[in-house]
């Protein structure tokens, strides 16, 4: 590595570092920044230049439009009913980078709004309506619990399960997994969004609500014969292949929130009878080719919000942006990958 090269990377990990200090945990949350991404490391195994979570992945650039109950519902830029440009990036949960594609797990699928004036607004959206831990401490806990022994390279089956007997809310995301099929591909399943988010309108009338996005064409499974033909590498592929051959397309949808309704928990989802309104159509336009593009030092942390989307008081959403500040930095000194 030359000295303008390792200057540069010093001081990208600077930055990145004091932003992450800036972001001052808060004191229920006990868990240091640096510490849970040295968990997942622990846990998942240590991948350099790759995201700590959701690291096998793509790069794509979608336009979304927003409509008139959008524009009701919050008075951001993102509805305004123009079409504003979008990085998106589609990936596998964990943080293997050779993860299998054909197995029942997590999607991801990430956006950056790029807004008039500057404004941005990241968000970080997967295919449960639940995440995988309620806290930042429950979090913590199931990663040192999944983590190999040192000497045997083994993850102990009783300490695993004695951790989630005393934390059932861990087993949630898995469950729902395995009572769903393997996804046909990414643009066949939905992403949610998992946190509740409060919506201001011009009056400043204030309307909590957890969103989904939903493919337009439906949702597709596949039976698992037909996964097991498709082998571990194949849904990259497919994205490609199916945004050059016509419009892909999913609906925003906001599920909102009523009195009384438990806003501030990943693992709690609304009611079914929620009312539920489309507040615009994101289209993806392109998928990159290769490990490369725009999106792959873009953090998307779902703290950064625009006028009009204010973050719920759930430990968890609050507890991502140091983190992934922390992560980022990592990644910026190794080398970023896809």
Known sequence: MNTRTSFAQRAALSAVACAAAALAVPAWSQVEPA????????????????????????????EFVGNAEGRA???SSAFSGKPVPVVARFSMGGGNP???????????????????????????????????????QQL?????????????????????????????????QGKYFASQSVPASFAKVNYWGVHAFGFTDTAGKKQFG????????????????????????????????RVAA?????????????????????VTPLPDDRKKVSLGRLSIKSVSPDATGPCVTINYNPMVLPKGVEPSAD???????????????????????Q
């Open 210 to 241: 957890k969103w989904v996005f939903e493919p337009v064409d439906g949702t597709q499974g596949l039976s698992d014969d037909e996964a097991k033909a498709k082998g571990a590498e194949f849904l990259f592929d497919d994205l490609r292949q």
């Open 140 to 172: 913590l806990g199931r990663l040192v619990s999944l983590t190999p022994d040192a000497e045997t390279k083994k993850v102990d089956a009783d300490k695993v399960k004695a951790f989630a007997d005393a934390n059932p809310e861990v087993l949630l």
């Open 98 to 136: 050779k993860a299998a594609d054909n197995v029942k797990s997590q999607r991801n699928m990430a956006l950056q709004f790029d807004l008039p004036g500057g404004e941005t607004w990241q968000m970080g959206n997967i295919s449960a309506p639940v995440f995988g831990a309620s806290t930042p």
């Open 35 to 62: 510490q849970m991404v040295d968990a997942f490391e622990s846990a998942g195994g240590k991948h350099p230049g790759f995201r700590r979570s959701g690291a096998k992945g793509v790069c794509a650039v979608a």
């Open 246 to 266: 016509g419009p892909v397309a999913f609906d925003f949808m906001v599920q909102l929130a009523q009195p009384g309704d438990k806003i501030d928990s990943a």
């Open 315 to 337: 430990p968890m959403l609050s507890a991502r942006a140091a983190p992934y500040a922390v992560s980022l930095g990592r990644r910026l000194v190794e080398g970023p990958k």
């Open 73 to 75: 519902l919050s008075v």
